[in-house]
C-alpha cells in the first residue's frame, strides 16, 4: 500500500473504510438478501394463491 506524505503528514484513507465503500458495501448486502428473498418469493408461487383469489373475486364484476 502506499501513502502520500504532504507536509510531514500521511493522507492515506483506507479503500475499505465506511466513508468511501462502507455505506454502499452494506446496502448492495441488504438489497442482495431483499431480491433473494423476493426471488424465492416468486419460485415457489408464494403470493400465487392470494392473488389468484383477488383476481377471481374482481373477474366475477365484469362481464365480457
Do not use: H, Q
Amino acid at each position: 500500500m502506499t501513502s502520500i506524505v504532504v507536509a510531514g503528514e500521511d493522507i492515506f484513507k483506507n479503500p475499505l473504510s465506511w466513508d468511501l465503500v462502507g455505506k454502499n458495501l452494506l446496502s448492495l448486502v441488504f438489497l442482495g438478501i431483499f431480491f433473494f428473498i423476493l426471488t424465492i418469493c416468486i419460485e415457489y408461487r408464494f403470493w400465487y394463491y392470494k392473488l389468484r383469489f383477488l383476481v377471481k373475486r374482481r373477474s366475477d364484476y365484469y362481464y365480457y
